[in-house]
């Protein structure tokens, strides 16, 4: 059976197709139109969709920055570092129960959600918080520059000494 198309341009005359020359023609476009739908997906599935945070390994200055008898809260590093003489150490100020940021307080650290608190090393002494805040590892880099790795917690009371 033939199927009759008029032409659009011109007006005259009108072009026969063959029933099967339309049927392979709509299944030869639906068969490249499923492939690239196909190459589509499978690239958006492949793609890598985290998102990365802040580098757990980070610098935080020089040593002189922070002169003995500092405890200076870094919110967005969510650390404090800590100096005494010529030892230096950063405290996590993540809160141990549900994550909120320590604040620092006369007697070591407390947290404004739900009321933990710890002493000057991070040790639990009141309140939710199930754990001590971690000590995270601090070196001092060949540019003479403070590195931080939150990677790497350390025994609280481990200081660097500079
Ligand atoms: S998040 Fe700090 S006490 Fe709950």
Request: glycine share 12%.
């Amino acid at each position: 059976m033939a199927v009759n198309l008029k032409r659009s341009s011109g007006g005259q005359g009108s072009v026969k197709v063959s029933r099967r020359r339309m049927l392979g023609w709509l299944s030869g476009v639906g068969l490249v139109g499923s492939g690239v739908l196909s190459a589509i997906s499978n690239f958006v599935f492949i793609k890598p969709r985290a998102t990365y945070g802040q580098p757990q390994r980070f610098s935080i200055g020089k040593p002189e920055d922070y002169p003995s008898g500092t405890r200076m809260a870094l919110d967005a590093r969510r650390i404090c570092v800590v100096r005494e003489g010529n030892k230096l150490a950063a405290v996590s100020t993540t809160c141990t129960h549900l994550g909120c940021i320590v604040g620092i307080s006369d007697t070591g650290y407390a947290c404004p959600c739900h009321g933990s608190r710890f002493d000057q090393d991070g040790n639990v002494t009141g309140g939710p918080a199930p754990r001590p805040l971690p000590w995270y590892k601090v070196t001092l880099a060949p540019n003479g520059e403070l590195e931080v790795d939150k990677d790497i917690e350390i025994q609280p009371g481990s200081y660097l000494t500079l």
